[in-house]
C-alpha cells in the first residue's frame, strides 16, 4: 500500500493533523447544539441551564412554523421532482453517443456551477413577466433545477460503473427493456438516487439567494426568515434549534445509510470466507466426480415437465429439445471493419457447435447476432424456421451464459435463477420448483439463498448456467464461459456443461479460444478468421483434414511444407522434394502433424532428410523437440518411454513420416 | 431518447431560457438595443471587483488544496479511525445549513465570542482580535464550506492510483519522499486540478459567506448584481453582470471539460 511513503512518525503527524483539522470542520455544529440548549439570550458557553425555549419557539411561532413547513414542501417537491427527472436523464446520457452526450451532461451540472445568483436574477427576470413571483409552484420549480446536478452525477457515476452485460442479461433471459430498467437497473441506482435525493432535499432545504428573488413578499421559507434573523434581527437563537434539528435528521440519515450498507457486506464477508476455507479444505468441494452423469440422467424428465413447449411426459428420454439454427449469407460491418462476412451455417437441433478463433475473428460479434444484440446489415439468421433477424433479444429465448456471468448482485441466487420466469409471469409455486429443478442441475441445491458476493468463480459459473436453461430455451449461447476459471475446474465444468447439454437435448452455440475446450466439448467447431468461417467440421476432421494453413496451425499443431504439387510430389521452392498422400497439381500446402514425424531410418521411398536437434522441452507425457533441417525448421514430438532416452541437443538425425498420415491442401 | 424529454423540456425551459433572457436584456434594455451596460462594467468599481472576487476565488481554493489534500490522502490511504470520523464530518458538513454555519462562525469568532475569550483567557492576547466582518471571517467561512468538495473530489482520484506503481517506484530505489513527490503527486494532480476547478467556479459565485460575515469589507461581484437589482433597479446592469460572470464559469467549466472531463469533478467520473 501507498502507506510506505510514511514513516511512523509522518504517520502520527498526519494523524494529529486530521484530528485538529476535524475540530475545525466540526465546531460550528458542535458549538450550536449547546447553545440551543440554553435559555439566556447572550451568548454563553457552556450553557448554565437545559431548557428547550428556542425548540418550543420553532413549534409555537406560527412565523417560524409556517416557515419551516413551506420550506420542508418546497424541499420534497423539488428533490422528488429531480430524482424523476434527474434518474431519466442519466439513463438516457447513459446510453447517448460519448461526443454529444458530454455537452448534454454539462448542461445537466452546470446548475451547480453557474453562480446561483445569476440563476436568480434570470429566473426574477421570467417569473415577474410571467407575474409568477411569490408562488410556491415558481420556487418549487426554480429548486428542482437547481438540485438536478446531485441527482445526475452520482446516478450517471454509477451507470458508468455498472456492467452494461447485466442489462444484456435481463434482456436474454427475457425482459423488455422497459422491466429491465425497473427490475434491474433501478435496484442497482437506488443507493445512487437515494443519495442524490438526501443531497438535493438538504439543498433546497438551505437555498436562500433563488428564494429571496422569487418569494417576493408572501412567501417566507425558513433559509429567508433565518437569513433576516441574522442580517437583520441581531442573531435570534431560533436558528441554533432549527439547525440542531438539522444536524439530528443528517447524522441519522448517514448513520442509517452506514448501518445499511456495512451490514450485508460483514456477512458477506465472514460467510465469504468460511466458504473459501471450505474449499481449501476440501479441494473437491466443486467436483463430484462421477455424479453428474448420473443425476442428468434424472434432471430432464424434471425439466421437461416443466417446459412450456412440450407438456409432461411429451418429449421422451434422448430426443432433442433445442431448435436449430441457421445463418444465409449474414454480415455485420462497424464502418469499414467486417467484423462477421457473409457467413452461412446451419447448427442442427440438439447439437454443440463451437465458434473458435483468435480474439477480433468475429466470434463474439456472431453469437451477439444470435441473441440479439447486434443487427445485421443483410442476410437471414433462422431460428428452427423462422426468421428471428428483427425480433428483439428479450422474444427469442435464447439463452445466454456471459463471459462474467453477468449475475445480478442486488438479486440473490434464487431471484437470480428465478428472474426469467418472473418476467414472464410464471406462478411463484411454478417458479419455485423450476428454480429448484434447475439449481439442481448443476449441483446448488444448498446455496439457493446465497447472494451473489458470498459465491466463488465456479459456483457463479453454475448459476448462470441454471438460470439460462431455467426457463426452457430454445437455443443456449455461451461466451467464453470458463474463461476465469482455473485449469481444474474448467475441465470440471466443461464436463458438466457437456453433460447438461445432452440430458437437456440443447442446441449449443459456445464460443472459445481455446481449441483444448472445442475438442472436449464439440459435435462441430467453427474456426473463424477475419469475420470468416474458414472450416465447419468434427473436431476429428478438423485435425487430419484441415481446409487451409490457416486450420491447420491454429487447430492444433503443425509443419507446414508450402510447395508446387504435381501428382503424388511437392516441389518445394528450395528443390527438395517431398511424397504426398494422395494426388494434388497446382500451388499446394502439406500438412504435418508433430507426432508423424520420425527419427532414425526413414521409410521407404522417403527422401534423405537430415537434421539437428536445437531443443528439446520434456511435457509431461511428451517430448518436443525443435529441429533444424534441410526443409527448415521443424517441431517433432515423442511419446515418453521408459526405454528410449531422448536425443541430446546437438545430434545430428534423420527425419521421415509415413506419408499416408499427410495432409495435402489448397494454398 | 424518449426519457429525454421531460427532464430536457425542463432544463431548457427553466434554465436555458431564463438566462438567454439575460443575455437578451443585457443588450436590450428600455431604449433599444446597447452595450451601455457593458460599458459600465469597466468602470473602475466593477473591475476592482471584479479583481477581488478573482483574487478571493483563487486564495480559498489554494488554502482548500493545502489543507485538504492531506485528509484526501489519509481518507484515501489510511482507513482507520480518524478517517472514518473524517468522513462523517465532511458528510455532515456538506449537509449543513451555509446560513446556519455562517451563523456559528459570528457566534465563534465575535469579539466577545468564543475563540477571543479563550485567546485571552489563555493570554496569548492581551485585546480581542478583529476575526469577523472582515476578509478573514470571509476566508475561514468560505474554505470550511468548500473544503468538503474539494476533499470529496480529490478521494477517489488519489485511490484510482495504482499502488503497483509506487511499490515499483520504491523497488527502483526512489526513497518515499522521491516516490511521493515524482510519482504519486504527479499522478494525483487530475485530481487536483478537477477539486480547483469545482471550488473555484463555486467560490466565484459565493453570496452568503462574505456577505454575512464580510460585514461589508469584502464585496464580491455578486453581491453588486443583487445591489443593481434590489438598489440601483437596474436589471439591464444586473443581467450585464451577470452574462459576464455566466461566461467565465462556463469558460472556465468548458475548458475544464476539453482537457480532462467533467466526469472527474466530484470525484463521481469513471477512473
Known amino acids: 500500500m501507498s502507506e510506505f511513503l510514511l514513516g511512523p512518525v509522518g504517520r502520527r503527524l498526519l494523524h494529529s493533523y486530521s484530528w485538529l483539522l476535524l475540530i475545525f470542520i466540526v465546531a460550528p455544529a458542535a458549538i450550536l447544539i449547546p447553545i440551543s440548549f440554553s435559555s439566556q439570550s447572550s451568548f454563553v458557553f457552556p450553557p448554565q441551564e437545559l431548557s428547550f425555549e428556542w425548540y418550543q419557539r420553532l413549534i409555537d411561532d406560527p ?126 441506482l437506488a443507493p445512487a438516487i437515494l443519495t442524490g435525493f438526501v443531497f438535493a432535499f438538504f439543498f433546497s432545504f438551505d437555498e436562500v439567494v433563488v428564494a429571496q428573488f422569487l418569494s417576493g413578499a408572501t412567501l417566507e421559507t425558513l433559509p429567508r426568515l433565518m437569513w433576516e434573523g441574522i442580517t437583520v434581527g441581531g442573531l435570534d437563537k431560533t436558528i441554533t434549534a432549527v439547525t440542531s434539528v438539522q444536524i439530528a435528521v443528517a447524522v441519522a440519515i448517514i448513520l442509517m445509510v452506514q448501518a445499511w450498507q456495512r451490514r450485508p457486506v460483514r456477512l458477506a464477508n465472514v460467510v465469504g470466507s468460511a466458504s473459501s476455507a471450505d474449499e481449501r479444505a ?96 443483410s442476410g437471414r439468421l433462422l431460428l428452427g424456421d423462422r426468421d428471428i433477424s428483427s425480433i428483439p433479444p428479450y422474444r427469442r429465448d435464447i439463452g445466454v451464459v456471459f463471459q462474467n456471468y453477468a449475475l445480478f448482485p442486488h438479486l440473490d441466487v434464487r431471484r437470480n435463477v428465478g428472474f426469467p420466469l418472473e418476467v414472464r409471469g410464471t406462478a411463484p409455486s411454478e417458479i419455485k420448483r423450476r428454480v429448484d429443478w434447475a439449481l439442481a442441475l448443476v449441483h446448488m441445491e444448498g446455496f439457493a439463498d446465497r447472494r451473489i458476493s458470498q459465491l466463488s468463480g465456479g459456483q457463479q459459473q453454475r448459476v ?50 481455446d481449441q483444448e475446450e472445442a475438442l472436449n466439448l464439440s459435435d462441430r467447431v467453427a474456426v473463424l478468421q477475419g469475420g470468416r468461417l474458414q472450416q465447419v467440421d468434427s473436431p476429428r476432421d478438423l485435425y487430419l483434414k484441415p481446409r487451409n494453413a490457416f486450420v491447420a496451425r491454429f487447430f492444433g499443431e503443425a509443419n507446414l511444407f508450402r510447395g508446387n504439387a504435381h501428382g503424388q510430389i511437392l516441389t518445394l521452392p528450395g528443390g527438395g522434394r517431398l511424397p504426398l498422400p494422395r494426388a494434388h497439381s497446382g500451388p499446394a500446402v502439406l500438412c504435418v502433424r508433430p507426432e508423424l514425424v520420425q527419427l532414425g531410418p526413414p521409410a521407404e521411398g522417403f527422401p534423405v532428410v537430415e537434421g539437428q536437434v536445437v531443443d528439446t522441452r520434456f511435457q509431461g507425457s511428451i517430448l518436443r523437440l525443435q529441429l533444424e533441417t534441410a526443409l527448415g525448421s521443424l517441431t517433432a514430438t515423442r511419446q515418453i518411454t521408459s526405454t528410449a532416452a531422448s536425443p541430446e541437443v546437438g545430434s545430428k538425425v534423420r527425419i521421415s513420416w509415413t506419408s499416408q498420415l499427410t495432409h495435402v491442401m489448397d494454398d | 431518447m424518449i426519457l429525454f424529454i421531460a427532464p430536457l423540456t425542463v432544463m431548457v425551459v427553466l434554465f436555458v431560457v431564463p438566462l438567454a433572457v439575460l443575455l437578451w436584456l443585457s443588450f436590450f434594455g428600455d431604449d433599444g438595443f446597447s452595450i451601455q451596460a457593458y460599458a459600465e462594467l469597466t468602470r473602475p468599481v466593477y473591475v476592482n471587483l471584479m479583481l477581488f472576487t478573482l483574487r478571493l476565488a483563487f486564495s480559498v481554493t489554494l488554502i482548500c488544496v493545502v489543507i485538504g489534500y492531506p485528509i484526501a490522502y489519509l481518507l484515501a490511504n489510511m482507513p482507520g479511525t480518524s478517517a472514518r470520523w473524517m468522513t462523517l464530518a465532511l458528510l455532515v458538513t456538506l449537509w449543513f445549513s451555509v446560513l446556519a454555519r455562517t451563523y456559528s462562525w459570528i457566534i465563534i469568532l465575535q469579539r466577545n465570542g468564543l475563540l477571543n ?51 515499483s517506484a520504491l523497488s ?66 444586473a443581467a450585464a453582470t451577470s452574462v459576464m460572470l455566466l461566461v467565465v464559469s462556463i469558460g472556465i467549466l468548458l475548458v475544464y471539460e476539453k482537457a480532462a472531463g467533467v466526469d472527474r469533478i466530484f470525484g463521481t467520473g469513471r477512473q
Open chain 1, 63 to 188: 412565523r417560524w412554523r409556517d416557515a419551516a413547513l413551506l420550506s420542508l414542501k418546497v424541499a420534497v417537491f423539488a428533490s422528488v421532482l429531480a430524482i424523476i427527472l434527474g434518474t431519466q436523464a442519466a439513463i438516457a446520457l447513459s446510453r447517448m453517443p460519448s461526443r454529444y452526450g458530454r455537452y448534454v451532461k454539462l448542461l445537466f451540472i452546470s446548475p451547480m456551477i453557474v453562480p446561483l445568483m445569476v440563476i436568480g436574477v434570470g429566473f426574477y427576470v421570467v417569473f415577474a413577466r410571467l407575474h409568477m413571483l411569490g408562488g410556491f409552484l415558481s420556487l418549487g420549480l426554480a429548486h428542482t433545477v437547481l438540485v438536478l446536478p446531485f441527482v445526475v452525477m452520482p446516478v450517471s457515476a454509477r451507470l458508468t460503473s455498472l456492467d452494461a452485460i447485466l442489462e444484456r442479461a435481463a434482456a436474454s433471459l427475457g425482459a423488455s427493456p422497459f422491466r429491465a430498467i425497473v427490475r434491474v437497473v433501478l435496484p442497482l
Open chain 1, 282 to 377: 476440501n479441494p473437491g468441494s466443486e467436483k463430484r466426480p462421477g455424479s453428474e452423469k448420473r443425476d442428468f440422467g434424472s434432471a430432464p424428465g424434471a425439466g421437461r415437465k416443466f417446459d412450456r413447449s412440450g407438456g409432461p411426459g411429451k418429449v421422451d428420454d434422448g430426443e432433442t429439445h433445442g431448435v436449430g439454427i441457421s445463418f444465409d449469407r449474414l454480415t455485420k460491418r462497424y464502418g469499414q471493419h467486417i467484423a462477421v462476412d457473409e457467413i452461412n451455417l446451419k447448427v442442427e437441433p440438439g447439437e454443440f457447435v463451437t465458434l473458435l478463433g483468435p480474439s477480433g475473428s468475429g466470434k463474439t460479434t456472431l453469437l451477439m447476432l444470435i441473441a440479439g444484440f447486434v443487427t445485421p446489415d
Open chain 1, 464 to 513: 448462470a448456467l441454471a438460470r439460462s436453461v431455467v426457463f426452457g430455451p430454445r437455443a443456449l449461447l455461451m461466451d467464453e464461459p470458463l474463461a476465469a476459471l482455473d485449469r481444474n475446474l474448467r475441465l470440471d465444468m466443461q464436463g458438466e456443461i457437456r453433460g447438461l447439454q445432452r440430458s437437456l437435448g440443447q442446441t449449443v452455440v459456445y464460443v472459445t479460444h
Open chain 2, 117 to 167: 475569550t479563550m485567546l485571552i483567557w489563555s493570554g496569548l492576547t492581551d485585546a480581542p482580535l478583529g476575526l469577523v466582518y472582515n476578509q478573514i471571517g470571509v476566508y475561514i467561512g468560505m474554505v470550511h464550506i468548500l473544503l468538503p468538495f474539494m476533499v470529496m473530489t480529490l478521494v477517489p482520484m488519489l485511490r484510482a492510483i495504482d499502488p503497483q506503481l509506487l511499490r
Open chain 2, 172 to 237: 527502483l530505489g526512489a526513497n518515499p519522499r522521491k516516490t511521493f513527490w515524482r510519482v504519486y503527486f504527479p499522478l494525483s494532480l487530475p485530481g487536483v486540478v478537477a477539486g480547483s476547478i469545482l471550488v473555484f467556479t463555486m467560490a466565484l459565485g459565493f453570496f452568503i459567506t462574505p456577505a454575512i460575515l464580510g460585514g461589508g469589507r469584502a464585496s464580491t461581484i455578486v453581491m453588486a448584481i443583487k445591489d443593481q437589482v434590489q438598489v440601483l433597479v437596474d436589471l439591464q446592469l
